[in-house]
């Protein structure tokens, strides 16, 4: 038991679909982020809500779409992607205190064809 | 804005021996925290280690140590008696101490341990 639990794991659409990420976590935290690890990139922040407000939107393109509905939970609806946007999704969330740790999910792996 | 710059691609170690991954960062802001995450295969990001600026005492946890060099805004971590189960790519990360709650990370050492 991680915390934080991402569904699903592994997700493969097509550049026409409509899906979602869903982020949970357990952990009482106010504050919960959308990464984006491709390969050979340094991890990228997409976006931060703290108390279910985007307070971040690192210049993500439109076609991703957050949602935070509540604090414990975190989406990220997908559509019309490309086969660039194939990646590691990982959610995160932090209790937002100064020094606070993020916790991390184990990610979904996106690859869209 | 904040870089984060891990000049080792890869790195290899002898179990039981100590290894050293490094990281220097860019900022022109005084307060702030460095962290070390390890990503293994399972893909989780693991706190390892934190350190904040203000603090002139390095950060230890266990096998794990930094070494914190403020003015040359170095921060490489030491883990000493390395074991097979420490193979992973290993993360520094930089958040500002204000603002908006977020990590900028470099590009990750991946570290390989030899039996």
């Known amino acids: 038991e991680t915390g934080v639990t991402q569904t699903p794991r592994h997700l493969v659409m097509g550049m026409t679909n409509k899906k979602s990420l869903k982020c949970e976590q357990h952990l009482g935290h106010n504050a919960m982020y959308w990464y984006k690890q491709s390969a050979k990139k340094p991890l990228e922040l997409m976006f931060v809500?703290?108390?279910?407000?985007?307070?971040e939107n690192n210049s993500v393109p439109s076609r991703f779409s957050p949602e935070c509905p509540n604090s414990s939970h975190l989406f990220l609806h997908l559509h019309t992607l490309q086969p660039e946007d194939s990646a590691l999704y990982l959610c995160?969330?932090?209790?937002?205190?100064?020094?606070?740790?993020?916790?991390f999910g184990q990610g979904t792996r996106l690859t869209v064809v | 804005a904040q870089t984060v710059t891990q000049s080792q691609p890869e790195m290899s170690v002898q179990e039981a021996e100590t290894v050293t991954l490094s990281c220097t960062y860019d900022t022109s802001e005084s307060d702030y925290y460095l962290f070390w995450y390890k990503q293994p295969p399972s893909r989780q990001m693991i706190l390892v280690i934190r350190?904040?600026?203000?603090?002139?005492q390095n950060a230890t946890e266990n096998r794990f140590s930094v070494n914190f060099q403020k003015a040359a805004k170095s921060f490489s971590l030491k883990i000493s008696d390395s074991q097979l189960g420490d193979a992973a790519m290993y993360f520094c990360a930089y958040r500002s101490a204000g603002g908006a709650q977020k990590l900028v990370f470099g590009q990750g050492t991946r570290l390989t341990i030899n039996p």
């Open positions: 350190q904040e600026a203000y603090k002139q």
């Open positions: 809500y703290n108390f279910k407000e985007q307070t």
């Open positions: 995160a969330s932090s209790q937002g205190a100064q020094a606070s740790e993020a916790f």
